[in-house]
């Protein structure tokens, strides 16, 4: 398999603010990384697939300008949550493959559980 | 639209024994599917995998998964259970015209009996 982190693992804001969530690929190089967010005890929601060097395609009905997403090198991407509000608190999950366009086999970050009061 | 479809929300089974979780799709063409193991506080880890070739398909840990296209289903298996295995369960389909787009069922909680 391949080695993915997330930063942070867990972080607690306060409504109004924006945090800012950190994927790597430890192992490989990824053009493409996917953005999920898991409410409890149900299932992923992919949010948008994120590419290097190129604009996010986001998912019907998630808000671009609040969820943005960065794919500056072939090894990161982030993820700000701008103007966080309770409703925005959930769990975060990010995904990397080796393939271009996504396609197969994706491998999973830890997750990052975000907390808005 | 694809979907993914996992019946049975919680399933408990007694050590040692079988087990089957439930999947079934809905795709127009041959689909890529997955099943994932998440664990409490840890990242999916992936099990197994079916592309194309065998429709029986061997994973990780003792896990095997079945692709039936008539019953467009992809259930999953084990023999014997061990407590080690209780963890939420997702199946997921992928569309390689889409990207790479993983859809996810709505994840399966396996609880073990000693």
Known sequence: GAVVSQHPSRVICKSGTSVKIECRSLDFQATTMFWYRQFPKQSLMLMATSNEGSKATYEQGVEKDKFLINHASLTLSTLTVTSAHPEDSSFYICSVSRLAGGLGEQY???GTRLTVT | AQSVTQPDIHITV?????LELRCNYSYGATPYLFWYVQS?????????K?????????????????????????NLRKPSVHWSDAAEYFCAVGAGNQGGKLIFGQGTELSVKP
Do not use: H, N
Not at chain 2, 14 to 18: L, W
Not at chain 2, 50 to 74: H, N, P
């Open chain 2, 50 to 74: 079916y592309f194309s070739g065998d429709t029986l398909v061997q994973g990780i840990k003792g896990f095997e998964a079945e692709f039936k296209r008539s019953q467009s289903s992809f």
């Open chain 2, 40 to 48: 409490p506080g840890q990242g999916l880890q992936l099990l197994l």
């Open chain 2, 14 to 18: 007694s050590e040692g024994a079988s």
């Open chain 1, 108 to 110: 999973f970050g830890p």
